[in-house]
């Protein structure tokens, strides 16, 4: 059973049918940011992204877990505007976990079976989704409240 409240239909649908991101980082160069491929977990409301510990994102992660990003589609038309903006703390992987995200992440992106590369959980805390199908500046929104127990 999950710690914090379920999410909004729409942004649960969303992020299910979504595979990048944007992730926003500070380092002490400033900030940075990075696209990546990711799968979405419901059951811990989680972004799970594979990346480099080369990687300046990577690096600056380690130093300042707490990151910010966006999940968005292109588009032209402004009625069908859709994305997410949120904020998460990211953490590797623990190894206890590692073999079961790195099997579901590869059922998404076949490839990364050729990849050796750390596997990151985007723990999300905050989401704002826009979603100017249901009408123009449509807003859902999330934050994860921990039940106390």
């Given at each position: 059973m999950a710690d914090f409240a379920a999410l909004p239909n729409a942004i649960l649908h969303y992020l299910e049918q979504q595979h990048v991101l944007?992730?926003?980082?500070?380092?002490?160069?400033?900030l940075w940011c990075a696209s990546?491929?990711?799968?979405?977990?419901?059951a811990s409301a989680s972004c799970?992204?594979?990346?480099?510990?080369?990687?300046?994102?990577?690096q600056a992660m380690l130093?300042?877990?707490?990151?910010?990003g966006t999940i968005a589609e292109q588009t032209r038309n402004?009625?069908?505007?859709?994305?997410?903006?949120?904020?998460?703390?990211?953490?590797?992987?623990?190894?206890?976990?590692?073999?079961?995200?790195?099997?579901?992440y590869c059922e998404h992106f076949p490839v990364a079976r050729l990849k050796s590369?750390?596997?990151?959980?985007?723990?999300?805390?905050?989401?704002?989704?826009?979603?100017?199908?249901?009408?123009f500046g449509k807003k859902h929104h999330w934050q994860r409240d921990i039940k106390q127990a």
């Open positions: 944007t992730l926003a980082t500070q380092d002490a160069d400033g990546c491929f990711y799968f979405f977990d419901s799970y992204l594979m990346t480099s510990d080369s990687s300046r994102h990577t130093a300042k877990p707490h990151i910010a402004v009625a069908k505007i859709q994305g997410i903006q949120f904020t998460a703390i990211a953490k590797p992987v623990a190894e206890a976990d590692e073999k079961m995200i790195k099997d579901k590369a750390p596997l990151w959980q985007l723990e999300l805390q905050t989401i704002k989704m826009t979603d100017n199908l249901l009408g």
